[in-house]
């Protein structure tokens, strides 16, 4: 599948970003064996992942401003829904507090690489997350960008 359509140069820059973070925070590869790929290549590559990516901006109540294809599927959205979602809308109610928690772990540390927790789909399917990655999306010159998480086990529930 490709990149959405609406993404014109958003996606490569965007996974520029994704990639350069969590490299930088984690000291690894977010995509291994991704290194010689071109800009556009690595944005699909990221896309087409099987792991799930997200992210989020930097509203007053962050919106998600990326999900690649195994988000989209697991969220059950199509890109136009997701990237209008509040991300905390992908938790249930009672476990909104948790999540606030988290961001602010991850705003404190960098990034906490062993998150668990439960989200549900727009669907109303429930979903535990037994490990995830969540990083700050940092530019090279130290611009703070937002949030993101991947993550490739889920249970349903």
Known sequence: MQLPSSSNNFQ?????????SFARLLTRALLPGTDDLSPQAYAQALFESPAVILSHGLQD???FNYGNLAALNLFEMDWASLTQLPSRKSAEPL???ERARLLDAVASNGFIDDY???????RGRRFLIPKAIVWNLVYDDGEFRGHAATFSDWEYL
């Open 12 to 20: 490569p820059e965007h996974a520029a970003l994704l990639r350069s």
């Open 61 to 63: 109540d962050p919106i």
């Open 95 to 97: 476990n909104r507090a």
């Open 116 to 122: 668990s927790g439960i989200r549900i789909s727009s």
